[in-house]
């Protein structure tokens, strides 16, 4: 149980394009799910905070007009990362909380911005 | 300012001989502790967790051990395995209630065959 799926896996875009990344909760709902930003060698740095039916909230930095998040239903949470630019090429991750202190994450998006 | 660190960034350990793996942390207020194992382009898979009120949980190979006293947490592999090669993140829950981690910067756990 506790199954997350995050698609695509990979993507390559053109600077200026906009990419949609889905995080889905496949055996539970997720009140809430979170967005991370991995950097080579780095920690998960949290972007936001997402729940189902309210506007997400954003980490210290992190821009909401950039990366936009909606969380529609209880297993379905989407970033848009908008118009993208070589600065926004990194791993993003997405996680779902089933009611408790565990996070269930997803297997990841590469994003790479030409 | 990394409330949560991994000292060590990577680690050797002998297939069969322990690995344990450290975390500190700098505030007091986390009430609960988690370890994940991520590999490469994978998102990080939970292994074991333990609550600021207690100091020891165990899971099969794994045990986590907290000493609040020191703000310290170690993960013990034992017996070590190859596919146990990854890296491992600890990670904290503040009080706060919203359930947001702050992750270590992660430690490479390499065992040797």
């Known amino acids: 149980g506790a199954v997350v799926s995050q698609h695509p896996s990979r993507v390559i875009c053109k600077s200026g394009t906009s990419v949609k990344i889905e995080c889905r909760s496949l055996?539970?709902?997720?009140?809430?799910m979170f967005w991370y930003r991995q950097f080579p060698k780095q920690s998960l740095m949290l972007m936001a905070t997402?729940?189902?039916?309210?506007?997400?909230?954003?980490e210290q930095g992190v821009e909401k007009d950039k990366f936009l998040i909606n969380h529609a239903s209880l297993t379905l949470s989407t970033l848009t990362v908008t118009s993208a630019h070589p600065e926004d090429s990194s791993f993003y991750i997405c996680s779902a909380d089933n009611r408790g202190n565990i996070q269930y994450f997803g297997a990841g998006t590469r994003l790479s911005v030409l | 300012d990394q409330q949560v660190k991994q000292n060590s960034p990577s680690l050797s350990v002998q297939e069969g001989r322990i690995s344990i793996l450290n975390c500190d942390y700098t505030?007091?207020?986390?009430?609960?502790f988690l370890w994940y194992k991520k590999y490469p382009a994978e998102g990080p898979t939970f292994l074991i967790s333990?609550?600021?009120?207690?100091d020891k949980n165990e899971d099969g190979r794994f045990t986590v051990f907290l000493n609040k006293s020191a703000k310290h947490l170690s993960l013990h592999i034992v017996p070590s395995q190859p596919g146990d090669s990854a890296v491992y993140f600890c990670?904290?829950?503040?009080?706060?209630?919203?359930?947001?981690?702050?992750f270590g910067t992660g430690t490479r756990l390499k065992v040797l065959a």
């Open positions: 505030n007091s207020m986390f009430d609960y």
């Open positions: 055996d539970f709902q997720a009140t809430t």
């Open positions: 990670a904290a829950i503040p009080t706060s209630g919203t359930y947001k981690y702050i």
């Open positions: 333990i609550s600021s009120i207690k």
């Open positions: 997402s729940n189902e039916g309210s506007k997400a909230t954003y």
